[in-house]
């Protein structure tokens, strides 16, 4: 359990295509008795190194005491083959009185590949001559 920004929950779809925009919460509880700063992050564990970073638009906010934040973000989901799990793995932070930003909780979550809809790209495709008099 985290000191301080306790990360609750990741909310995020089982399965996903690869090229997919996937949209991601991740509630972090501030559980020290007064207002302090709280950063998210995370990245995606998949075997490519370094791991690519999920996007955070806002990554940090001011929590007041016993209350949850949910952060909102997103990622593109990885081209893989269907049926390969990807990790996402959430950090939360909090900002102490040093004035620097310290590693507090994690938590991991799966997404799996799946094959992508197959509905055409054109509906039709045709082939013209002309000749010019």
Known sequence: ???YADIVEITAPSTASAGDR???TVKIKN???SVISIMVGGALEYGVSPWPQITYPDDRVNVNAGVTHIFSGYFTMPYY???KVITIHAYSFYYGVDGTWHLDDEMLKTVT????SQEP???GFAVSSFIKA
């Open 1 to 3: 359990m985290a000191a």
């Open 22 to 24: 996937v949209d991601i």
């Open 31 to 33: 559980t020290y008795s």
């Open 81 to 83: 083959p269907p049926g």
């Open 113 to 116: 590949t799946i094959a992508p």
């Open 121 to 123: 790209i054109f509906s």
